[in-house]
């Protein structure tokens, strides 16, 4: 992985910032183009490098919603202190992310050494891919439901409990493959939210999640991820922020007015091809 090419660190950074916020999995996307690109999946240098560039999407986000999180926050400590200010519906929203937060960040420190270790598998990958999917499906039918009783809810409607549903099914993008915007986005549009502030509340979840995740991993691998060099590091980065901004201002355009059923059909595809490739010996699995 000290190899790690520029061309190479571009390629990462663009697959990063495409897949991490689309429904569809970056981990799996990273964990396939790695092999592809002849790395090691299980090196710790890639995994904290892979951890790393979302640092690089994060960063998109936060400048994409600057306003909106600090509107949000705003209100979370105006209500601490003043029960009028609680009345506000971005105090409930603020909630709702902290809570959600949690149940990810714990699991995902317990489970931290099989989800670097054995799950790093295509096998893995590939079922993830086409099992979740049937979860995206159910989550279509039953927003269908709601969406045609005119019973949807908005931004103003999210309430902690909502944070506390979809962080508890935020747990399952810890397998790659899942996707951790196809998790969240799925958990809040079967709960009967409209998919614009479903997606919106996925991307506010992804902040705290991946800055964790990213921060964490790169301390506990700081000796292989020095042995890259800055350059690519910094390379990486910034075309994960570049592209993940663009991809961002994308779905929400694209959530606007369609389903996620065009996901479900590309997520098939991909694990399909990434079965048969494993079948016929092409690459290995890990």
């Known amino acids: 992985m000290a190899d790690l090419s520029y061309l190479d660190a571009v390629i990462l950074g663009v697959v990063e910032g495409l897949t991490e916020y689309l ?53 979370w400590f105006r209500g601490l202190g003043s029960a009028e200010a609680r009345k ?23 489970a931290r050494d099989l989800i670097s270790g054995p799950l790093r598998s295509l096998w893995v990958v590939a079922i993830a891919l086409l099992l979740w999917s049937i979860v995206m499906v159910v989550a279509e039918r039953i927003y269908a439901r709601y969406d045609a009783r005119g019973v949807l809810r908005g931004e103003h409607s999210i309430r902690p409990v909502d944070g506390l549903v979809i962080g508890l099914v935020q747990c399952f993008s810890l397998i790659p493959g899942v996707s951790r915007s196809g998790a969240t986005i799925s ?5 009967g939210i409209d998919r614009v502030t479903a997606t919106r ?11 964790a995740a990213g921060l964490f991993q790169a301390v506990e691998e700081k000796d292989g991820l020095s042995a890259l060099g800055v ?34 059909w590309y997520r098939i595809v991909l694990g399909l091809v990434v079965v048969g490739v494993l079948a016929a010996g092409v690459i290995s699995a890990t």
Request: glycine share 8%; net charge neutral; charged share 10%.
């Open 23 to 75: 429904p569809v999995s970056s981990t799996g996307h990273l964990t396939i183009t790695e092999k592809l690109l002849g790395l090691e999946v299980n090196d710790p240098a890639v995994t904290a490098y892979t951890a790393v560039i979302q640092l690089g999407a994060i960063a998109a986000t936060l400048l994409y919603f600057f306003r909106d999180i600090v509107r949000f926050a705003v209100a």
């Open 231 to 264: 350059g690519p590091v910094l390379v990486g980065l910034v075309v994960a922020f570049v592209v993940a901004y663009a991809t961002i201002a994308w779905l929400l355009r694209f959530v606007a007015s369609n389903t996620l059923l065009p996901f479900v």
């Open 88 to 110: 506000d519906p971005d105090y409930g929203l603020a909630w709702a992310v902290v809570i959600g937060s949690i149940p990810v960040g714990v699991v995902g420190f317990l």
């Open 201 to 211: 509340l996925s991307f506010f979840l992804a902040i705290p999640a991946l800055t």
């Open 187 to 191: 958990a809040g549009i079967a709960r």
